[in-house]
């Protein structure tokens, strides 16, 4: 069984901080690794995707991969009251897997709250 | 910004009602997804498609079904809804790239209240 594991937090970081959120995954395999935020009640939106080891920066996100640890995480600079949310990691197998082994597999998203 | 909507955003309905969640999507993803989520917990994969006339079940057990016969159109239904079936429903879709899994796009998700 694959496994995507994340910190459930609250992980509590002050305004202007940097967050830090880190996944772990199981299938060696792995080929796709995103990361989405969903707020209470919404949605989860992609904020990052990346497929290649090290480093991905958009704005004020980074998305680091490191294949032979199987870890995956996101640094979010210059924390906002706004970035308070539920971070998912989601980790895409190899395709060639049948059934729903095939499909993206989610952790169970880590809550971020940035304090004024 | 992602094309998949569903419908309707909130739905309360009495025990026993059959009732059908839409999903549309035009990006002309083959792949289609249902999920549950409750609140504050995780995202739980009930159905899936990977194309037209496809439709699997998913990692937890749904007494809903589904459909796929375009491939723009991603339907759920309830025969018979029960207070146990309270939670979000969201419909997400994707698309592979050789043997790669990429992003999937959610809908903004239909909230249902059984009473």
């Known amino acids: 069984q694959k496994e995507v594991e994340q910190n459930s937090g609250p992980l509590s970081v002050p305004e202007g901080a940097i967050a830090s959120l880190n996944c772990t995954y199981s299938d060696r395999v792995s080929q796709s690794f995103f990361w989405y935020r969903q707020y209470s009640g919404k949605s989860p939106e992609l904020i990052m995707s990346?497929?290649?080891?090290g480093d991905k920066e958009d704005g004020r996100f980074t998305a680091q991969l490191n294949k032979a640890s199987q870890y995956v995480s996101l640094l979010i600079r210059d924390s906002q009251p706004s970035d308070s949310a539920t971070y998912l990691c989601a980790v895409g197998p190899y395709m060639n897997y049948g059934g729903s082994q095939g499909n993206l597999i989610f952790g169970k998203g880590t809550k971020l709250s940035v304090k004024p | 910004e992602a094309d998949i909507y569903q419908t309707p955003r909130y739905l309360v309905i009495g025990t026993g009602k059959k009732i059908t969640l839409e999903c549309s999507q035009t990006?002309?993803?083959?792949?289609m997804y249902w999920y549950q989520q409750d609140p504050g917990m995780e995202l739980h994969l009930i159905h899936y498609?990977?194309?037209?006339?496809?439709?699997e079940k998913g990692d937890l057990s749904s007494e809903s079904t589904v459909s796929r016969i375009r491939t723009e159109h991603f339907p759920l239904t309830l025969e018979s809804a029960r207070p146990s079936h309270t939670s979000q429903y969201l419909c997400?879709?994707?698309?592979?790239?050789?043997?790669?899994?990429?992003?999937?796009?959610f809908g903004q998700g239909t909230r249902l209240t059984v009473v």
């Open positions: 990006m002309g993803h083959d792949k």
């Open positions: 498609s990977y194309g037209v006339n496809s439709t």
């Open positions: 990346i497929y290649s080891n």
């Open positions: 997400a879709s994707s698309v592979q790239q050789g043997n790669m899994n990429t992003e999937a796009f």
